[in-house]
């Protein structure tokens, strides 16, 4: 099987969380997308962050309905700070197969990189597959992501410009996968909600409606 891995806070999952993990899906063929609600994010504030628990109900009612999409709560299982090298481990572990696993991240997540816990040892865990919306899919902007990967790992050679880079002895490939953008994110459904401003449409009913029932983000508990 071929998998792909979308990892994040989901706080709280929207369209656009599933919009890019479809499109990246049909790109590269996928059967399988494990949605990875973490834990204790480490990049992250704790301000705001609703609970693991919480999360990650809302990642499983979002997916509910969609096959090729399974919630994966290896992260919140495990607990402490959610490292993507040991989440990586751990699914390979499961006998899952690394060789076809793709870790999906955005680009402006992927320029951080550097700053990840073990990044070499991340690099050469899994393939990558690097969404690019909007202005991301420069020249410019292309050539800031290759000197990421090569002050990480030298030995990662683009074998097709603005589309794919190679590790050849370690089977690893990374993929650039230019995908629409959508104005949605977690802050802005956050805000809407201390504005009591409607997020219809910007996320599945059914996790708009958790939301009110747990009354989380400062959510009223009114229904809209």
Known sequence: MRIGILGGTFN???YGHLRSAEEVRKA???DEIR???SALPPHKPQDD???AADRLDMVRIALEGYPPYVCDPVEIERGGSSYTLDTLNELTSKKL?????FFIIGADAFLELGTWYKPK??????????????NQKTSE????????????EPRYCMVEPMKEAELIDQKRVIKFIPITEVDIS????????????SIEHLLPREVELFIIRRRLYGHSGNLS
């Open 28 to 30: 590269l063929m996928l």
């Open 141 to 152: 902007y292309f050539q800031a992501l290759l000197r990421v990967i090569q002050e990480i």
């Open 97 to 101: 197969d690394n060789d076809h696993m």
């Open 121 to 134: 040892d991340v690099l050469h865990a899994v393939n990558f597959a690097v969404t690019l919306r909007g």
């Open 35 to 37: 949605f990875v609600p």
């Open 12 to 14: 709280p999952i929207h």
């Open 186 to 197: 977690a802050t802005r459904i956050r805000q809407c909600i201390k504005d009591s401003s």
């Open 49 to 51: 962050v609703a609970s």
